[in-house]
């Protein structure tokens, strides 16, 4: 435990879900229930706590009860929605392959998905100062829902760190401040900053939204399961949401097995793939990977990540090379995305076997970094 965030013991107050009045209120009108836990320890969330207070590890989320197709109803703990009118992305059918356009989002990325839940979450218990530490697709999104929300935003960065997403994240008006360290040290500055610390990454709702993905994709299919998804993975929210998702349509009885869902990283930023396949991963000492968007080299969620993919999944590592052809291969027909979400193509390229469902999840606007 070597940093325990001061917001975890200011934020205990902050209790909304778990009150005996809120969960009457919601067994009138949803059938869904959630429960937060440690996913290490298995204690009960307090509050707003950002990370276990007994063995500092991260809360996960769990949902049960009948899935709602009205689907807003599958996230009770939301009872005022800070919206820019995020979900029901286009899913169309091109070359053999399902391609979900997540990046058609507000903000340009499929993270507004873990913000929507995260910050309506945060404004419901009355928050008005928050803190993200990301210099990408995460930050911005945080950026704009804080917004949305009339929070203060304050968004912690690498020195490094240039270009337009950044820019964006400026846009929205949220304050940017430079950390000269590793991406460690800028993680801990934001989290001890006098903000509460909404983290994509620690924050258990965040994760939680990206559920809302799996479910589109079963609905635009006519209530189908795919048999395989592609999921470019850094940090785990987009794998570890939809999984959950994936989950509790299983439960419910929608689809009748788990797809098989597919990590795909870099060949430099492979982690997830490697302690999978049992292989030793050493890091590059700087990421130079055109994917900018895949560079959690040691993933806080990375157990949880390998747990997940154990029971129904599989990873595969794309080259450099086979990025920059299948993003090439993209625009050519008419998608402008990030190099990080070609990936999910190149990996496809390798990995397909015929005549099954394939859906690419394409994550990342191509206009944050041409
Ligand atoms: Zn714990």
Redesign the pocket.
Known sequence: MDFQSTNNNLYKQYDLTHSKHFKLYWSFISDVDITI???????EREGLEV???????P?RLTVEGEFSRELRRNFPYVTKWVSLGEWNTPLIFMDGYYMKLDFLNPTGSYKDRGSVTLISRLHQAGLTRISEDSSGNAGASIAAYGAQAGMRVSVFVPTSAKGQKIRQIEAYGAQVTRIEGSRNDVAKAAENSANYFASHVWQPEFRDGIRSLAYEIVRDLGWRKPDTVFLPTSAGTLLLGVYEGFKHLLSSGIIDAMPTLIAVQTEQVSPVHCTLKGIRYTPPEKVTSIADALVSTNPTLLDEMVTALKECGDSVTVSETEIIQAHNELEKKGLLVEYSSATALAAAKKYVKKGVTNVLVLTGNGLKTL
Do not use: I
């Open positions: 836990k440690c996913a290490r320890c298995s204690r990370r276990c207070p007994s063995c500092s590890g809360f």
